[in-house]
């Protein structure tokens, strides 16, 4: 059965203090994986597209990367803007288009 | 770009009553999008594909009869909560998929709280 598992679920850091989010995933075949951000109360925002093992991808202080099993989203020198809740989903390479989430990372960075 | 847009933002109805919810893509044409329900600190969970000019294809446990879905073009897709009930508040948020070379991307509205009381 297809699964993304997300780690850690809930992460504090100290301003500053740079750290990795983890994104597993178990697909039959991956044609892209997705990071998004969501605040509370809203949509998810999106981040990031990686589609092929080795890519990697930034954006202001944050870094996705893809292997084959697995992303890691790189954040560093966080500031207290960048708490919120970090999504990744995976679209399978077959079948229909749609997105197997994980179950998220609440991340907090304190002042 | 990519921007979609869900109305209303908020709504409040009585149990038993019907209750509309549209995604808007704005300035670009999805031929399929996404309905999704939320719980408090819980992922998104798929409800329904949404595809223009068919019929909704819903996820297993999800039921057709109560949620209404119609995708009527390439820029609007409705969801209406028939004969609601308590247990179907929720944040309810709408996706449309766009092409990017070589994936479908998604982008999110801003979603729907329903409080059914």
């Known amino acids: 059965e297809d699964q993304v598992t997300q780690s850690p679920e809930a992460l504090r850091l100290q301003e500053g203090e740079s750290s990795s989010l983890n994104c597993s995933y178990t697909?039959?075949?991956?044609?892209?994986l997705f990071w998004y951000r969501q605040d509370p109360g809203k949509g998810p925002e999106f981040l990031f597209t990686l589609y092929s093992a080795g890519e990697e991808k930034e954006k202001e202080r944050l870094k996705a990367t893809l292997t084959k099993k697995e992303s890691f989203l790189h954040i560093t020198a966080p500031k207290p803007e960048d708490s919120a809740t970090y999504l990744c989903a995976v679209q399978e390479a077959t079948g229909t288009y749609k997105y197997i989430f994980g179950t998220g990372t609440r991340l907090k960075v304190l002042a | 770009g990519a921007v979609v847009s869900q109305h209303p933002s908020r709504v409040i109805c009585k149990s038993g009553t019907s209750v509309k919810i549209e995604c808007r893509s704005l300035d670009f044409q999805a031929t399929t999008m996404f309905w999704y329900r939320q719980f408090p600190k819980q992922s998104l969970m798929l409800m329904a594909t949404?595809?223009?000019?068919?019929?909704?294809?819903?996820e297993q446990g999800v039921e057709k009869d109560k949620f209404l879905i119609n995708h009527a073009s390439l820029t609007l897709s409705t969801l209406t909560v028939t004969s609601a009930h308590p247990e179907d508040s929720s944040f309810y948020i709408c996706?449309?998929?766009?092409?990017?070379?070589?994936?479908?991307?998604?982008?999110f509205g801003p979603g729907t709280r329903l409080t059914v009381t």
């Open positions: 697909v039959s075949g991956l044609r892209g």
């Open positions: 996706s449309a998929s766009r092409w990017d070379r070589h994936y479908y991307e998604q982008y």
């Open positions: 949404s595809n223009e000019g068919s019929k909704a294809t819903y």
